[in-house]
Nanobody, 118 residues
Framework: QVQLVESGGGLVQAGGSLRLSCAAS????????LAWYRQAPGKQRELVAR???????DYADSVKGRFTISRDNAKNTVNLQMNSLKPEDTAVYYC????????????WGQGTQVTVSS
């Protein structure tokens, strides 16, 4: 089992920056993919960015060029550097891990609120 704990959310003005972090702990053999999702009020949860064990990354079109995902395999952590934040980035951000032992949908953190004021 994998436990994920996010940190780093908060309130920031438009154009500002925030850095989210997620730490994985528990009993697992490897974490294949680490990802950040977000869910705004009244909207479905969406993928923001993901990174594989080998370092390959994918980003939602809406955040390309503004957000950067990174991971430290030795520490089992994943970070999301968010720059040039916009009010539409306001959401609860969730960390997700695809790890062994595998679980449908992966493992989820509790979420951290990001609020961007205009």
């Amino acid at each position: 089992q994998v436990q994920l704990v996010e940190s780093g959310g908060g309130l920031v003005q438009a154009g500002g920056s925030l850095r989210l972090s997620c730490a994985a702990s528990g009993r697992f053999s490897s974490i294949l993919v680490l990802a950040w999702y977000r869910q705004a009020p009244g909207k479905q949860r969406e993928l923001v960015a993901r990174i594989t064990l080998g370092g390959s990354t994918d980003y939602a079109d809406s955040v390309k060029g503004r957000f950067t995902i990174s991971r430290d395999n030795a520490k089992n952590t994943v970070n999301l550097q968010m720059n040039s934040l916009k009010p539409e980035d306001t959401a609860v951000y969730y960390c997700n891990a695809v790890a062994s032992p595998f679980k449908t949908g992966g493992y989820w953190g509790q979420g951290t609120q990001v609020t961007v004021s205009s």
